[in-house]
């Protein structure tokens, strides 16, 4: 059974910087598309950034430059690295996994793995 489990969220200032981690366990497919998305109240899903098996990574145009998304395979791990945060990256962050390549940008719908979420608060 795959299992998700985020960590690493919280509150920060503007133009501060927070580092999430996602540890996947129960993964065994050999393709696969790992990343985050975010939910703010009100807002649809949004995808934030992914990471392929191939090593291939993406990300929404709005994090881009700011983000970084990277993995630890030996580790079972997936990290996304945010820096110069914004009030409006405020959200639930939710680590998400699908056994294919990445197809992006996404909302989330293909993929069936989910994490918990976690927290990220940006005050101004």
């Known amino acids: 059974q795959v299992r998700l489990v985020e960590l690493g969220g919280g509150s920060v200032q503007a133009g501060g910087s927070l580092r999430l981690s996602c540890a996947a366990s129960?993964?065994?497919?050999?393709?696969?598309?790992i990343g985050w998305f975010r939910q703010a109240p009100g807002k649809e899903r949004e995808g934030v950034a992914v990471i392929e098996f191939t090593g291939r990574t993406f990300y929404a145009a709005s994090t881009e430059g700011r983000f970084a998304i990277s993995q630890d395979n030996a580790k079972n791990t997936v990290y996304l690295q945010m820096n110069s945060l914004r009030p409006e990256d405020t959200a639930m962050y939710y680590c998400?996994?699908?056994?294919?390549?990445?197809?992006?940008?996404?909302?989330?719908?293909?993929?069936?793995?989910w994490g918990q979420g976690t927290q990220v608060t940006v005050s101004s």
């Open positions: 129960g993964y065994t497919a050999s393709r696969y598309c």
């Open positions: 998400a996994a699908r056994d294919d390549y990445c197809v992006w940008p996404s909302r989330g719908g293909l993929f069936g793995y």
